[in-house]
Structure formats: C-alpha cells, structure tokens
C-alpha cells in the first residue's frame, strides 16, 4: 500500500455501509411521501430490500432513522476528542474558542446539502416525537463536547459550562430561521458576542 493512502475496506464492512444507507434513503422517500407517522418500520425495510432484523442492527426505531445523519456529527466529536494535536484549555474562553470551531465544523457539514437540512427539519418540526428526540439529540452532543474539552485538560465545571455555551450558540443560529445558507454565520456570530462579553467582563 502506497503512503498517505487508506486501507481497502473489507467486504462486509461495505455490504454493512450499503445496507444502512438504503435503509436511509428509503426511509426517506417514504417519511417526505406519506408523513412521519403513516411510515412503518417494515415499510422502510421493504422499500430498502432489507429485513426487519437487518434494519434494527441498524437503528432501534424508525425515530433514529430521521437522526442517521447526526451520527456522522457525533463522530466528527469523537474524533476531536481523540486527536493528538489539540490545545490544552486553560479557562472558560479558551475553552468557548476551541468548541466555537469544532461547532461551525459540524454546521458546515450538516448544512452541505441545504434542502436536505431543510427537508430534515420540517420533518422534525412535524411530529412531536421528533422534537422530544431532537432534544435528546442535542443532550447527547452537549455530553460529547464535554467529553472533548476534558481530555484536553478542562476542569469539569469549565467544560460543562462551556459546552452548553457552544450549543446554545447553535441553538440560537438555529432559532433565527435556521436556514442553512446562513447557519455557520449566523452560529459564528452568537460566538463572537459571547466572547465579547466575556473578554468585556474580564476586563472589567
């Protein structure tokens, strides 16, 4: 194998990969055809080609099918958290700073496709079970964020206060329309009047 280069993917890891994604797309099809709630489990695995057990090695529920896609962002997390070049954080604005980029990193990322964010949403913003996980969703990045500040060296307290920080900047990009041409300026831009309001306040 040349350097720099990856290695192949064995067999069942990409049998497994096109299995999840047809899983995906086909219960994407159905939840934007017929509504969230008229859509069964063994509807997607039908229109995926896939059986009930193959689907549920998967994903749990047909819920965690609309989140798929976040899984690619917990793993952008995981990731950070893992990697051998970080900074170490010393206080809460450091802190704010190294999550402000790993956040706009993910919006990036989730807004790449625009209508496919779009589309997401209004599902989610249709089915009230869909809010109630969404929320969960944000809990599971707030404890990742956490996760990667302390394996930098963050005290626990910062950490926390800092990751619910970031993913309120988030939040707030999201409540101003959440529109995915603007959410990366729009969350860099809760960022910067956070942190100005913190240099403000240590300066005083």
């Known amino acids: 194998m040349l350097p720099g280069m990856n290695p192949p993917i064995p067999l069942v890891e990409r049998k497994r990969r096109q299995a ?7 219960a994407e099809e159905l939840f934007f055809a017929r ?7 063994s509807d997607i695995a039908e229109r995926a080609e896939v059986g009930r057990t193959t689907f549920f090695r998967h994903f749990s529920d047909k819920q965690e099918v609309v989140f798929a896609k976040e899984q690619q962002l917990l793993e952008m997390i995981t990731a950070a958290g893992q990697a051998d070049d970080f900074v170490p954080v010393n206080d809460m604005t450091e802190a704010v700073e190294q999550l402000c980029r790993l956040v706009l990193a993910m919006c990036a990322r989730a807004t790449a496709d625009p209508e496919d964010y779009a589309r997401h949403f209004r599902l989610v913003e249709q089915t009230v079970d869909l809010r109630a996980r969404d929320a969960l969703k944000m809990q599971e990045f707030a404890g990742q964020l956490i996760d990667v500040l302390i394996n930098r060296g963050a005290d626990p307290t910062v950490a926390a206060s800092a990751a619910y920080v970031a993913l309120g900047c988030y939040l707030t990009a999201r409540s101003l329309g959440n529109d995915p ?6 969350t860099q831009a809760a960022f910067d009047r956070i942190l100005k309001l913190g240099t403000a306040t240590t300066s005083a």
């Open 181 to 186: 041409r603007t959410l990366v300026d729009d």
């Open 35 to 41: 509504g969230f709630d008229d859509v069964s489990v």
């Open 20 to 26: 999840r994604a047809r899983i995906v797309q086909a």
